[in-house]
């Protein structure tokens, strides 16, 4: 009974210290949250800016934090002494941006080890290698450096390597990524940018040269590469059509694309590969020799009344206009036996859909897609959007059975995704249907 109640003492006395430690906590913050360790990112950046002195290319601040704090202030400079970038940062990690290609990436982690950095890289397989020269052996080249100060193990620096990729600049997906890090959670493509000099409290630092730009890139810049094994297995089975008139289409195809590229982004127009155009790309990382047409999606609030015509003065004269702008719009162009069809989806509930109208009966048709975002890839060396994730828009469309070619197409019937919407009124067939044959 005895060592019952001593037992029930002390715990009577932890409780009450527990109490007593919690409102010390509460009200007397340690020096070290008065303080905070992120303060130590100065130090650190300017430590590691001090190793990379000699190297020959810059390396950059990509760290979005750190972005928006130097677009936030009105003085770059730190006249005051003031740390009002680098002492107010939450994260962990800091990440730099190098361009891989200018600079010898192994020297670089030797260096960082030589001054008493630990350094680890991530490797992995040259993707344009790969597709450039098939059957080698790969070619594996650096993609992030990771590197912490000894003095310093919290704090992790990030460099995110940058390599030339057809007109963009491409950067990997990291394995095992984190959310202390900034990049990575997806391989990503960027315009070819330029950087900039700058001093940050009292540091010299170089940083993109648009910096709004660069965050806007970073936002939309995820990447999927073409499955280049699952167009191996679809080509397998279905032996590429190497005729004349196939390689001919495909020419005139990838003309079309670039010119319609063109003209879209000269607009600020978001764009994504559809229908057909996008198939092709998923399932064998080519146009599909046989459709005779090349697609493009749209979100209908990025409509712009120029469309039409930037692309005549392209020199891809209007076909015909389907729809209005409120309700199953449709435009497509003529590049002599090409077309451009150019689909703009609308959002209803947790779907998307474009439209269809047939010029003979009125008839209107809807086209139901579960809701997707956009990333970039590569089709035929041209950076282009997709639909993101790609594989529920394709089997929308064409069924679960979407590796299998088939070459009769009825675009009224043979979607999966097809569903009847109504008839447009007589008295709004001038507007609705207009075709310039």
């Not at 060592?3 to 430690?21: M, P, S, T, Y």
């Not at 195809?253 to 003209?263: I, N, S, W």
């Not at 702008?325 to 947790?350: M, P, R």
Request: glycine share 6%; aromatic share 14%.
């Amino acid at each position: 009974m005895r060592r019952w109640q001593i037992l029930k003492c002390l715990g009577l006395v932890a409780i009450v210290f527990f109490i007593f430690q919690c409102f010390l906590w509460f009200h007397f913050p340690t020096k070290q949250d008065q303080n905070p360790a992120t303060y130590d990112v100065k130090l650190l950046v300017k430590k590691v800016m001090a190793v990379w002195e000699d190297l020959e290319d810059a390396l950059f601040v990509i760290e979005p934090e750190v972005l928006y704090k130097i677009v936030e202030q009105e003085n770059y400079s730190d006249n005051e002494g003031r740390c009002a970038v680098f002492c107010h940062l939450t994260k962990r990690a800091i990440a730099f941006g190098v361009f891989g290609h200018k600079v010898a990436m192994p020297l670089v982690v030797s260096k960082f080890r030589q001054s008493g950095f630990a350094a680890v890289d991530a490797k992995e397989d040259n993707p344009d290698f790969r597709l450039k020269n098939p059957g080698s052996p790969p070619q594996r080249i650096v993609t992030h450096i990771f590197l912490q100060d000894m003095a310093q193990p919290e704090l992790t620096l990030h460099v995110v390597v940058f390599y030339p990729r057809a007109d963009f600049l491409w950067t990997s997906q990291i394995q095992m990524p984190t959310s202390d890090l900034s990049f990575g959670a997806s391989a990503g493509a960027y315009e070819v940018f330029e950087w900039r000099s700058l001093t940050i409290d009292g540091v010299h630092i170089s940083v993109p040269k648009s910096i709004r730009h660069f965050i806007y890139m970073a936002q939309e810049s995820k990447f999927l590469e073409c499955d280049q094994d699952r167009a191996q297995l679809f080509y397998t089975q279905h032996p590429r059509d190497d005729s004349e008139e196939a390689q001919r289409f495909t020419r005139k195809a990838r003309q079309l694309l670039v010119k319609g590229k063109e003209v879209l982004d000269a607009l600020g127009v978001r764009f994504w590969l559809s229908s057909g155009t996008c198939l092709g790309w998923f399932r064998q990382c080519d146009i599909i020799t046989y459709s005779k047409d090349v697609d493009f999606g749209i979100w209908i609030k990025d409509h712009k009344p120029e469309i039409i015509d930037a692309m005549e003065t392209a020199g891809l004269p209007l076909k015909h206009v389907f729809g209005k702008v409120s309700d199953s719009y449709e435009l497509s162009f003529k590049a002599g036996e090409v077309k451009l069809d150019i689909f703009f989806f609308y959002e209803e509930g947790d779907t998307m859909w474009n439209g269809g109208t047939d010029a003979k009966t009125g008839e209107k048709l809807k086209y139901v897609f579960p809701k997707f975002g956009l990333c970039w890839t590569l089709l035929l060396d041209i950076r282009v959007r997709v639909p993101c994730p790609t594989q529920p828009y394709i089997q929308a469309n064409y069924g679960k059975q979407w590796d299998v070619p088939v070459k009769s197409w009825d675009w009224k019937s043979s979607a999966f995704n097809v569903r009847p919407n109504g008839v447009w009124p007589k008295s709004e067939w001038k507007e609705v249907i207009q075709v310039y044959e």
